[in-house]
């Protein structure tokens, strides 16, 4: 393959035109760099090398003006938008800033068009008076003040051109409208100059003129790189702008085009791939470079349709891959530091010295202030994050904070003091967390040469920032900052060092102009990428664009087709690959660009669909084999005592019982901003004991009750805060369960008043009862122990009852049995009813009782009826007679299915086998 920039120097060297005296003017530096390599091997002897420039660098040298960044610009305009308009009209910078970059994006192409400002502005306010909303007589201020604003913008628009050129600044366009100005000095003294325009497509029209002054005078020739099969269809977006160049441009009516190939039509190997989701697309092209030759890799480009997948791409390169030339730089958006000056921001937002957990747990867990926040052995983020989930914080003050941290309190003030609003302190405190992290990275310099480089960046953000706020001072506080600071670091990326020349070579679209590969990848090809599609971020209508002769999105459509087509022009390899996948942003349709090729039918297109390869098959429970030291651990336990929860919890699924009791793993605990049913399950059974503890072994009345009642608000309120600690349940729905708690109770002791009201008797005989029984299991050869706590014993009309609280809902057909082997078998039908006569059975053991025993769930949600849900025995699902009666003959049966289990846990052979508990 020979490419177009080597085409081009032997035409020139075929004419006999001296190099080293030529000025060469491509689209993109880059393009600059390979036009050097490729004189290097073109030119035999040495020589001087000629002056190579972009075209943005060539036409500031025509200009007086000097590029300015956007954010110079916004506050220079603003500058200006504050001496024009009138005080009660003005807008804060904040608010101005939200619509000045839209302007400054109209200015810039009204100049770069030269376009007559005086007539385009007349026209718009024009146009605003005649659609204005108001159509009385008498206009309203709101409409005085937006007609105002339109019969201003001739006015900022002059004001503001001029402040720039008395400062020897400009943005583009205004630069492009200067460099216009002086291209007839330009040409006056350098008459011997030649210059070669290579590669250029769509111009605006400062371009245009310049480069038809200097061709007129013959002083530049122009090297078009395009096809015919682009030209000659009238209606192909490819060539539309070279057509318009070819029919408008006076030069040609006298002069043939350099060039138009017929390359375009040449045999290819172009493959289309459909691949889901984006991260599919990065991770195909790695495998797609894997079975690539190496003698390939450096003739092989990837063009990443969206710059942002360049993070995923470099992580998916095969290790084959040894040299990589990266064109577009790394987003620092997309960088991890930029995520903890996001949070920073975040805090300082609505900071009321007192901050959301969340928020500092999210800063104090972040990679970059790990590290800071150690000294020796001791991590201090862990350890304030540890106490915030134990104490159930939920909001925190700064001072508590840098209590916490201790020796590391400094670090913590920078992190989460208020900056008060005030934008001195805020940059103040960004350059000295900087610092701060800087230090810590240095420690270790080797190991962090890129997260310094990072703080490096962002250092040089902030120090601009402040650098505008000290020359405008318009940064008046943190939101202004964070929206300027957003602004800056959209644009920011962090440069990749590498030899542009060697290995393979990963860029944007815009960057592939004038290179030609033989093996071209191109990712994202979906519609809103490849092309961009429409869009309207301008103060400008369409139809006044088009009076105007403006770029609409039709030409910036034509620019994306014709960068795509040129990719493919002398390729000879092209993976074009698309996402699937519907997204809400970018859609799941392919570009419009495939369907075209397929259109054209001028090569044939290979079709693939790119799935990832799974593995179907059925899931295995996990099972943990017993080992020796597991049984141990289990003879452990049987001899402190098995209790039913952990028994239940064993049916519901062994491998949780092995967790949480073999191995002691405990449930992670997180803050309860609301109240979990655990801690509301505490409270009604700690204020429950409370109430019944002073009529242990006396008969309730009535008068008893009634007095409880009273103390429910203050007895809820005082076991929530021992429960909850720190949290707050004075508003939202903890307020709300709290209630509830208090409703609960209130519901229970109404019903306890309705049972002496008619008539039976209720004794307390105890409260929180701890039980622990042997269990003679003779199959086992070490001791076994039953142990648990009943909520209440109390006597009913002289019958024993073992009562289990529940704020839960439980209905009477969760305490009644059929057959008693499925009473280990079933946890959510069954698990009430074997914890309850686990409770009677241990009571029974532990005095043998003789008179009539009855055991039951009273159930907070479902205090309907009778509420004393009693176990019963059925000998049929069917049946409605039922055996409520604890017998010694109903324990018997308990204790054969009871000593199955425990026999089952402690088998050598039998594994914990998970369930499924979904």
Known sequence: MRSFLKEVIDDIQTKGLDISQLTFILPSKRAGTFLKDILSHAVEQTIFAPEILSIEEFVESLSDLSYASNTELLFEFYQVYKKLTPEPQQE?????SKWGQLLLQDFNEIDRYLIDPDHIFDYLKSIKEI??????????????????????????????????????????????????NGIEPYIGS????????????????????????????????????TDATFINNPIHDAGLFIRQHLKHWPFFKKNEMSWIGDIYRSEKNIHTIAVPKNIGQVKYIGELLDTLPMSDLKKTAVVLGDETLLMPLLNSIPQKVEAINITMGLPLKSVPLASLFD??????????????????VAILSHSFIQSVLTLEETNYSNQIINYIQSNNIVTISVEKLKALAESKHEVVSLLFESWQDSSEKAFKNCSQLILTLKAQLDLEKSKNLLALEYLYRFNQIFNELQHYNTKYNLISNSTTLYYLYKELLSSETLDFKGEPLQGLQIMGMLESRVLDFETVIISSVNEGILPAGKSTNSFIPFDVKLENGLPTYKEKDAVYTYHFYRLLQRAKNVYIIYNTEPDVLNGGEKSRFITQLQIENIHNLKHSIVVPKVEVAQKQPKAIRKTESVITRLQQIAGNGFSPSSLTNYVR?????????????????????????????????????????PYKGQLLTKAHLKRMKTLISASVTQHFKEFYREGDMTKGKNLIILEVAKRYISNFINKEIETLKAGHQIKIIDLETELDIPLDIPELDFNVRLKGTVDRIDEFDGTLRIIDYKTGKVNQGQVEIIDWEDI???????????????????????????????????????????YFLKFGKKPSSRSRDKD???????????????????????????????????
Request: glycine share 4%; charged share 25%; net charge negative.
């Open 92 to 96: 804060t910078f904040d608010q101005f």
């Open 131 to 180: 659609h204005h909303w108001s159509l009385s007589e008498e206009q309203t201020p709101y409409t005085k003040n937006y007609l105002a604003f339109w019969n201003r913008l001739k006015t900022y628009y002059k004001a503001f051109r001029d402040a720039l050129i008395q400062n020897k600044k400009g943005y583009q366009g205004l630069v492009y409208r200067e460099a216009v």
């Open 190 to 225: 350098n008459k011997d100059k030649t210059h070669i325009f290579i590669g250029f497509n769509a111009l605006n029209k400062a371009e245009e003129r310049i480069i038809q002054e200097l061709l007129q005078q013959e002083l530049a020739s122009i090297y078009w790189d």
């Open 343 to 360: 949070l920073v921001f975040k805090i300082q937002k609505n900071h009321n010295n007192t901050l959301y957990y969340k928020d500092v």
């Open 653 to 693: 699924n062994p491998l949780d019982f092995y967790y949480q009791k073999v191995l002691k793993i405990q449930s992670f605990e997180d803050v309860e901003e609301t109240v979990a049913a655990n801690t509301l399950g505490s409270v009604i059974h700690q204020t429950l004991e409370d109430f019944y503890t």
């Open 824 to 866: 280990t078998l079933d946890y959510n039908k069954y698990s009430k009813s074997f914890q309850v006569l686990a409770y009677a059975y241990m009571l029974n053991g532990t005095e043998r009782i003789s008179q009539p025993i009855e055991a039951g769930v009273i159930s907070f949600k479902n205090l309907q009826g009778d």
């Open 884 to 918: 409520q009666s604890i017998t010694k003959e109903t324990l018997d049966d308990f204790y054969e299915e009871l000593k199955k289990l425990i026999i089952e846990i402690c088998n050598p052979e039998i594994d914990f086998t998970e369930k499924d508990v979904s």
